[in-house]
């Protein structure tokens, strides 16, 4: 009993916070999608109405948000396999080929991104790709091409900030895999060298299924947090030009912003369960293997 209560006395802080910062949050909000709770209603939040699925209804046929989850979409998709080629990428070279060189600085410097403030990257970038002034365009031009205006245009404002997502995320990715990395066996390695195995055979062979369980959390936990991404167009586009990058937990925080509660917790909730299930899928695809 003891030892028991001594363990509940390290679980409980994790499991307040938990449920004051995550679980009623959650339930609020899904109480919320039922209702036609407004800002003006905070003060008194029993005297909603509800209104049974008619949010989400709503949000089915709502463009702008159609319109964030294809945005959303095309992000994860693209990058997902980006962040985690780069990471892959990165630890197999620090593992191998540049091990002779001081491993730390450039584990540091890939690294770096990841944990420096969205905020600062954002609007740093942001000033990169400015059309007249930014150092993209100007280096373009010192070769003769007209650059565009990366983030003002439909075309390249999202392929501008999956760009600079990717790179501030691979560090990540990197670092798990380059411990998974370091502990296949080298007789493995010995082994495939006996056999007569080059480089690619090896790779292919030896360190892609070992890394198999690491890969899968890198796809699961890099999706979901891309699933969420918000910031990056908050900061740079602000959704923009028309649309073009809003995402869906942007749009949610707009509609947070002007007061509807209720739809935005439809919104949310929906994104949620799709989370889950994108989760869930992966999962289960990549258990198996």
């Known amino acids: 009993m003891r030892r028991s209560a001594v363990g509940w006395i390290?679980?409980?802080?994790?499991?307040?916070?938990?449920?004051?910062?995550?679980l009623g949050p959650?339930?609020?909000?899904?109480?919320?999608?039922?209702?036609?709770?407004?800002?003006?209603?905070?003060?008194?939040?029993?005297g909603v109405d509800p209104v049974g699925v008619e949010n989400y209804l709503r949000l089915a046929n709502d463009e702008a948000m159609r319109k964030a989850a294809v945005n959303t979409a095309i992000f994860v998709v693209t990058c997902l396999p980006l962040t985690i080629g780069l990471g892959l990428a990165a630890a197999v070279a620090l593992n191998s080929g540049i091990a002779r060189?001081?491993?730390?600085?450039?584990?540091?410097?890939?690294?770096?991104?990841?944990?420096?403030?969205?905020?600062?990257?954002?609007?740093?970038?942001?000033?990169?790709?400015?059309?007249?002034?930014?150092?993209?365009n100007w280096l373009l031009g010192l070769v003769g091409i007209d650059g565009p205006a990366w983030l003002q245009d439909e075309?390249?404002?999202?392929?501008?900030?999956?760009?600079?997502?990717?790179?501030?995320?691979?560090?990540?990715?990197?670092?798990?895999?380059?411990?998974?990395?370091?502990s296949i066996p080298r007789e493995l390695y010995e082994a495939g060298d006996v056999d007569g195995a080059g480089?690619?055979?090896?790779?292919?062979?030896?360190?892609?299924?070992?890394?198999?369980?690491?890969?899968?959390?890198?796809?699961?936990?890099s999706s979901v947090g891309f699933m969420q991404f918000m910031e990056e167009p908050l900061i740079m586009t602000g959704g923009g030009p028309?649309?073009?990058?809003?995402?869906?937990?942007?749009?949610?925080?707009?509609?947070?912003?002007?007061?509807?509660?209720?739809?935005?917790?439809?919104?949310?909730?929906?994104?949620?369960?799709?989370?889950?299930?994108?989760?869930?899928?992966?999962?289960?695809?990549?258990?198996?293997?």
Do not use: H
Request: aromatic letters at 14%; a positive charge.
């Open 10 to 22: 390290f679980v409980i802080p994790f499991i307040v916070m938990f449920v004051v910062f995550y």
């Open 199 to 221: 480089r690619w055979a090896k790779f292919r062979s030896i360190t892609v299924p070992s890394l198999r369980p690491v890969l899968l959390f890198c796809t699961v936990y």
């Open 101 to 136: 060189l001081p491993a730390a600085f450039f584990r540091l410097g890939y690294y770096l991104p990841n944990i420096t403030s969205i905020i600062g990257i954002a609007v740093a970038w942001k000033f990169l790709l400015e059309p007249e002034a930014g150092l993209v």
């Open 242 to 289: 028309l649309n073009s990058t809003l995402s869906a937990s942007l749009a949610i925080f707009k509609q947070f912003g002007v007061g509807n509660y209720g739809y935005a917790g439809a919104a949310s909730s929906v994104l949620f369960v799709v989370i889950v299930a994108l989760a869930v899928l992966q999962l289960r695809l990549g258990r198996n293997k």
């Open 26 to 46: 959650l339930l609020v909000g899904i109480g919320m999608s039922f209702t036609d709770m407004r800002s003006t209603d905070v003060t008194d939040p029993l």
């Open 155 to 182: 075309s390249t404002a999202l392929p501008s900030i999956i760009v600079m997502t990717a790179w501030r995320s691979f560090g990540f990715n990197m670092v798990v895999l380059l411990a998974a990395l370091q």
